[in-house]
């Protein structure tokens, strides 16, 4: 069986150090000549995926010169100003609402991700188990 408890997008952002040396991509087009930090992990690879205010999907083919699969890494790069990444929220959440990073085409979403919970049938289900996902599905109501 599985769950969803909470969809997610990610955040397209930099530091302001990196816009003092960069001009602001005004559409996502324009990643393709910035330096992007890439996530190894990340579902689409190299191509960012974007919808634009009309609805339209988006694929940028992006490049830099950093890809790892360590948050704290990208973290780092960012707050440095090495470059412009597709930050998950709830990692950056604080480094967002304190301006050390800021958000990039505030008016294109990225593709829609979701937490998920994954168990077995329902009828075999420990009681430890069903609780636990409860209390997930109450902790992500809110978000």
Known sequence: M???LVGWRHVLCCAPSY???HPAPRSP??????????YAFYPFGDDWH????AGKPIVV???????TSAALVLRAAALAGSGVLLAVPFVFDEELA????????PDYQTAE???????PHRRHLA???RVFIDALITLFAGQ
């Open 2 to 4: 599985v769950r969803r």
């Open 127 to 129: 009681t430890k188990v």
């Open 19 to 21: 816009l003092e040396r």
């Open 61 to 67: 083919r992006v490049a830099g010169n950093l890809m």
């Open 50 to 53: 974007f919808i634009d205010p």
């Open 98 to 105: 304190a301006g050390s990073l800021v958000r990039l085409l």
């Open 113 to 119: 991700f979701s937490i998920v919970a994954v168990y």
């Open 29 to 38: 087009a324009d990643l393709a000549v910035h330096n992007c930090l890439r």
